[in-house]
Each structure stands twice: as structure tokens, then as C-alpha cells.
């Protein structure tokens, strides 16, 4: 299993109460996408179900979990091409409940996804949390908190998880199995922004090499070659995460809207926060309005480019 980095507290607070036998039989982990909540949840099993509640890595416990066939251990999560987490994957974690463990007594389930079940789910999941089965611990994973069902929220113990410290990402990106090269560790731990997932595209030096002329061509978008501009969307938006770009647009125009503070005329400044906030938009507004993802990023440019203007020569 990959090393944790970040998480402490959420840790402790599970090994403690695993220690003290008052685990609460649903955890609820949230927090942005990328931070590793799901790999946290996969260690937070393993402590269940180490014969010494440590995560040896030693007993037949912990081996039968590494070796991905422990019986006790049950995950689901969105499946391949799917909207929705289904009613009948929730049904098959009921089922697996009522089922007394066939190795250790104690059974987890790793519920990935969780703000993608639909209705029909959620209310076949509140069953399973009302009559929790003895020994069996349910960790739920949920990166949009909001789209989960109050009944659901309020059955669980709330665990908020937070970004990464820059230190941790560095080194959570330098273990993965396809490193990221070292010469683009800076501008991964930059971009990642605390979320070491968010970025482990990086890994192909394609996607790597195009974000950093990327960050060249609109280091200064008030002077920006816009024909270039153009070229690289032409030939990236394809294959660089939407994300990544507009977020990069995002760091590089957002110390000049702070900047801006006393000197600049409101109209001046709400014009920019409107671009930039543009921007930000347009990796969903692709999706929800089916925009073609390159001229409505280059749109979210020339704004910018025009707001930037306006605001030095006013
Ligand atoms: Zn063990």
C-alpha cells in the first residue's frame, strides 16, 4: 500500500476510538477531489482488520488485505462510465452486512463516490446505517458534501479532510509508481494545490511539457502573443485536463486582482474578478452548455486580456 501523507488527525482519531472499542460504524470522509481520501480510507481499513489493530503488515490479516483478497473487505464506488452509483451495488453492500465475517468477525466497506448514488441508493444505504451489523464498519468517501442526503450526513461521523501541505504532495507525487520527473516537480506542486490527484497527469511528459509553455504564454496576457495562445489550445485542449489549465490561469491573474485593491476603480476590478471568474467557470460550463472547450477558452482570455487593460490604463 502507498504511504499516507497528510490525514494525521483523522488517523489518530480512528485508531483511538478503534483502540478504546467506541468505533462509530459509519465515517464519513470528505474533502476536495485528490487529497487522498480514498487512500486513507483503504489504511483506515487496514487497522480494522490487522490481527494487532496496528497495520502490521506482518499478521494473515493485513497479508490477505495487501494481497487484495481479503473476504472481509468490500468496496464499490462509481463503476466505469456510470452517472450514478446504482441501488443494486448498495443492495450487494446490505447483503455483504448481514453476512457475518468470514475470517475475523469484522468487516469493512470502502464506499468510494458516495456523492454520485442516486436517491433509490442513498435510501437503500440509510437501512444499512440504521441497523449497523456488530463488528462492521462502513467507510464512506464523498468529495461534494452538499450532494449527499441530509439523512445520510446525519447517520455518520463527519470527518472534513484537508488539502496537502506542498511538502506532502512533492512527496506523495515522488512515490507513486510513474514518478513525476523531477524537473517538473515544482510546477506539479504548484498546480496541485494541495490535491496531489489533481495532477498526476503530469507523469506523461506530453501533459507536463504543454502546462509549462502554458505558463510561459500567459505569464503577462496584457502583452500575450494571442496567436500562440491559439496554437497551444489548438493542439493541447485535448489532452491537458481543463482544470489544470484554468487553474493556472487562475494563480497567474489572481495576485493581480489582489493587487488592485485601493488604486483601481470598482468597475475596473469586478470587470477582471467577472474574467477571471470566467475562467474558472469554463472546464464545467464546456460540460453543462456542450461549448467546443477551445474557442470558449480563448473567449475567457481575450476578456481577461481586455479587463487586465482597461484596469492599467484607467
Ligand atoms: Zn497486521
Redesign the pocket.
Known amino acids: 500500500m502507498n504511504q499516507l501523507y497528510g490525514h494525521e488527525t483523522t488517523r489518530q482519531r480512528f485508531t483511538e476510538s478503534l483502540a478504546a472499542g467506541t468505533l462509530h460504524h459509519a465515517w464519513l470522509l470528505y474533502g476536495m477531489k485528490g487529497i487522498g481520501k480514498h487512500t486513507l480510507a483503504e489504511q483506515l481499513a487496514g487497522f480494522v482488520m490487522?490481527?494487532?489493530q496496528?497495520?502490521?503488515?506482518?499478521?494473515h490479516?493485513?497479508k490477505m488485505l495487501t494481497a487484495g483478497s481479503h473476504p472481509d473487505v468490500y468496496r464499490l464506488g462509481l463503476l466505469e462510465g456510470k452517472r450514478d452509483l446504482k441501488i443494486e451495488q448498495v443492495r450487494g453492500v446490505l447483503s455483504f452486512l448481514s453476512l457475518s465475517g468470514a475470517e475475523s468477525g469484522r468487516r469493512v466497506v470502502i464506499l468510494d463516490d458516495a456523492e454520485r448514488m442516486n436517491n433509490q441508493a442513498a435510501n437503500a444505504l440509510l437501512k444499512g446505517l440504521e441497523e449497523p451489523s456488530a463488528g462492521s464498519v462502513l467507510l464512506i468517501v464523498c468529495s461534494d458534501l452538499e450532494r449527499l442526503p441530509a439523512t445520510v450526513r446525519s447517520r455518520c461521523m463527519l470527518q472534513q479532510c484537508s488539502p496537502l501541505s506542498d511538502a506532502d504532495v512533492q512527496a506523495v507525487l515522488e512515490q507513486q509508481e510513474n514518478p513525476v520527473q523531477e524537473r517538473y516537480l515544482e510546477l506539479a506542486v504548484n498546480l496541485a494545490d494541495g490535491c496531489p490527484g489533481t495532477v498526476s497527469c503530469l507523469q506523461d511528459e506530453g501533459i507536463a511539457r504543454a502546462l509549462l509553455e502554458w505558463r510561459e504564454l500567459i505569464a503577462d496576457p496584457v502583452s500575450a502573443d494571442i496567436g500562440k495562445i491559439e496554437n497551444w489550445i489548438r493542439l493541447h485542449v485535448k489532452t491537458v485536463p481543463h482544470l489544470l489549465i484554468a487553474r493556472m490561469l487562475a494563480q497567474i491573474i489572481y495576485p493581480s486582482l489582489q493587487n488592485a485593491c485601493d488604486t483601481v476603480a470598482f468597475e475596473n476590478r469586478e470587470a477582471l474578478q467577472q474574467a477571471l471568474h470566467k475562467c474558472i467557470r469554463w472546464p464545467g460550463d464546456v460540460v453543462r452548455h456542450s461549448l467546443r472547450a477551445g474557442p470558449a477558452l480563448l473567449a475567457c482570455i481575450l476578456q481577461l486580456r481586455t479587463s487586465l487593460r482597461e484596469m492599467k490604463t484607467a
Open positions: 490487522c490481527d494487532s496496528t497495520a502490521c503488515g506482518e499478521c490479516g493485513c
